[in-house]
């Protein structure tokens, strides 16, 4: 059995957005399962010096027009939310919380979080709207806002955004396929003919 | 008869060398031609304060990787010369002379200068290494060396780049489909799409 496809993504980013609408998809169609794992995108731009692609000159304009023209072409609704990019710690700690216990539900809370923040507005950055989207998504409320408060839990995060960095991830979605680096939710497709030519 | 697709690139662009060698045939297949623009994306970087990409941290070493990959998945040849990036000025001055006098020996001059810079570790900055890539691709190395110095050539080359930032470019290759903009050579596929559909 082939390994699993790991999808590193920041709950905040919208081309995480769009990835995660189509990554499972493609990986199954090459008999492949997808690893899902949220990191902190901006600690790790942090630790660069890297700012929000919506704040740099040009680019920036360029990009909120992406961001909703590549969710478009995917058939994804996309609103840029003022006062973008919001924190995804509550969020990325409830689902590493929920995949110990249930990883399909973990998924499910996981595609929740980002439609409800990328294509209704929702908040995200505050644990009580979390623990909403989580019971949203078919979890206990109480108990997910019970666990992501365990230091153990925090600590998970904290080592799955350190091991990103160390794997020298500086931007989101990015995929390892048998350990080969791709950067990008426009990456999905090359992705795809890599592994249906075995690489090149 | 439907508008050409602009193609805006810059010589010393890895990027811009694997679109350079996918763009036109991508546009036959919809009617379109295109219209290749050389601009000094070094300019337009300065005016932004950003920095080549080779030279940011991580996603530098995450570049120069992929533009192997990417001209590997499309047949092609790459390989980083040191000093990279090195001066267009020339190549780009060459170009638009010898457009004013036959535009298809001006492309096969264009893909001569990709191919020599990329693929073959050949000088594209001195103004007597444009010439004799210019006589390689069919063009009088002394008229060329002539035309590059004139005043109307530089002036041309200073419009065009001054017109890719007031258009609002920040990157290479750069693309203008019916007034839409696109920006990456990991577009074609998006832009193939959107001609495809007509727009989304």
Do not use: C
Request: no cysteine; proline share 5%.
């Amino acid at each position: 059995m082939a390994a699993p496809i790991e999808f590193l993504f920041e709950f905040a980013s919208p081309y995480s957005y769009i990835a995660a609408h189509r990554i499972d998809a493609m990986a199954a169609q090459h008999g492949r399962q997808v690893n899902w794992r949220p990191f902190l995108l901006g600690v790790v731009a942090r630790e660069l010096g890297t700012i929000p692609l919506t704040a740099q000159k040009k680019k920036g304009n360029y990009s909120a027009m992406d961001f909703a023209r590549s969710a478009r072409q995917h058939g994804l609704t996309f609103a840029l939310q003022p006062g973008f990019p919001h924190s995804s710690v509550q969020a990325a700690r409830a689902f590493y919380w929920l995949e110990s216990r249930d990883p399909d539900l973990a998924k499910r809370f996981a595609r929740r979080v980002f439609d409800a923040y990328h294509a209704e507005g929702r908040d995200m950055s505050a644990a009580e709207s979390v623990a909403d989207l989580a019971a949203e998504a078919g979890a206990d409320r109480h108990a997910v806002l019970a666990g992501i408060a365990e230091p153990a839990i925090k600590d998970r995060l904290k080592r799955e955004t350190d091991r990103a960095a160390e794997r020298d991830v500086f931007g989101a979605p990015f995929f390892f396929v048998d350990g080969e680096p791709f950067w990008g939710n426009d990456r999905i497709e090359q992705i795809d003919e890599w592994l249906r030519r075995g690489g090149w």
